[in-house]
């Protein structure tokens, strides 16, 4: 596995920290447990840190020194690729370690692979995660994608040996918009930890949580201005303004951004002392409980204790936050956008909007707060649509597109079409 410019061990919330980070994880731990070993490439971004750290068996994380030994933005990157893909080579030399199989995630790290094939006669596996061009139809000024991403992107597509799409709509992109031949890109969505995401007591997920009783509805992510924040931080200023509530206000749980303890209690990093800032401005000082971002393993008591779980992103490719959720039976608010209306069914496990239209979301999340026949519906529909996206069932589906690119031949079907059919 290649992942440059974020390790998949890092802690959730950051920036660069999220659906990738979990992916990478989950699918090679699962891989490991089918007899595949694993050894996942990252950048070095301190000094400290070991080279090689054995996760856990079957599984190693991989430091690989590619420019200076410091976090660098991810525009900075692409310049040090020579010298991953060189690292990564020289690292197989010396290990005695022969690769089977390259599986690249994001497209600075498809860049090292391709690089890394001048050394190893093995085939490139591709996943975007995100596409440059579906994120710049909705960013504006400096958020939008890089012409080199671009570019690179549409070569990518065209090298790899096979490409992993997370949705239908994304492999229609890449097929169309990237020239990669069909036969090469094969639908597989992120997976879901069932047995750890899973439904359980409300109420004493509250009190654990030290959340307060009434309406709550939440939201996990990174701060990314393609999440839809804003959009989510004026819609419920509508939710607690324009309507009559016959208790207690609903209140909005924003689980993302860096909190570390000071010496005068919780520090907060700038991103997230800045949107604080726009909460109070919109009059929502009380109405938003901010608690940083989370141990993953802390997530399932945050999905459990809410009614309802806003996704108001922009762009998804998949909406791995949405399918988590959905797996504790927890109702969706989310954007009809991207994977999101391929995981969630309106109406069934959950309700789509158009993105950026916060009166759109601030009805729909009041609906899902007021009309409990409707919740109660969407919480038994979320658990079940949750399960078609088991880790076994994805697992099984990419361990498919790894041994059909062999000497023998390779498929020229969508893998695990099943999975969104079923």
């Known amino acids: 596995m290649i992942s440059v410019h974020t390790s998949p061990f890092a802690p959730l919330g950051g920036r660069d920290t999220g659906g990738l980070n979990v992916y990478v994880q989950e699918l090679s731990r699962h891989l490991a447990q089918r007899g595949v070993g694993v050894d996942v490439f990252t950048r070095r971004t301190d000094r400290q840190s070991p080279a090689i750290t054995q996760v856990e068996d079957g599984v190693r994380l991989i430091q690989v020194e590619a420019g200076p030994p410091e976090p660098l933005p991810k525009d900075a990157l692409f310049c040090h690729l020579p010298e991953f893909a060189t690292d990564m080579a020289y690292f197989a ?137 804003d959009t989510l931080l004026e819609a419920f200023t509508r939710l607690v303004d324009q309507r009559t509530w016959p208790e207690h206000p609903p209140r909005l749980v924003f689980v993302g951004g860096l909190m570390q303890d000071g010496a005068d209690g919780a520090v907060m990093d700038a991103e997230l002392s800045a949107l604080t800032a726009r909460a109070a401005a919109l009059g929502l000082g009380d109405s938003v409980l901010f608690h940083g971002a989370q141990l993953r393993e802390r997530l399932p008591l945050y999905y459990n204790a809410v009614d309802v779980c806003a996704v108001p992103s922009r762009y998804e490719s998949f909406g791995l936050v949405a399918v988590e959720a959905m797996a504790c039976g927890t109702p969706i608010v989310a954007s009809d956008v991207g994977g999101l209306r391929f995981s969630v069914e309106d109406e069934v496990s959950g309700l789509l909007v158009p993105h950026s239209d916060p009166l759109a979301l601030a009805d729909a999340l009041a609906r899902a707060l007021t009309d409990h026949s409707l919740r109660s519906r969407m919480k038994v529909g979320a658990r079940q649509a949750a399960v078609r996206f088991s880790w076994q069932a994805v697992t099984s589906a990419v361990l498919r597109i790894y041994e059909d690119l062999t000497p023998a031949g390779r498929i020229g079907l969508d893998v695990a079409q099943e999975i969104y059919a079923s």
Do not use: C
């Open 93 to 229: 030399i010396k290990h005695g370690v022969r690769y089977d199989a390259v599986h690249a995630h994001y497209w600075l790290s498809g860049w090292a692979g391709h690089l890394v094939q001048r050394y190893w006669d093995v085939p490139l596996v591709m996943m975007f995660h995100t596409l440059a061009h579906l994120k710049n139809a909705v960013a504006t000024g400096s958020h939008r994608e890089t012409t080199l991403r671009l570019q690179v992107e549409r070569r990518l597509a065209e090298l790899a040996d096979a490409v992993v799409a997370a949705n239908p709509d994304e492999r229609t992109e890449i097929i169309r918009r990237l020239n990669a031949q069909p036969a090469a890109v094969h639908t597989v969505p992120l997976g879901v930890d069932l047995n750890r995401f899973r439904p359980d007591d409300s109420r004493a997920a509250r009190r654990a949580l030290g959340l307060p009783d009434g309406p709550l509805v939440l939201y996990v992510g990174r701060i990314d201005p393609v999440k839809g924040i």
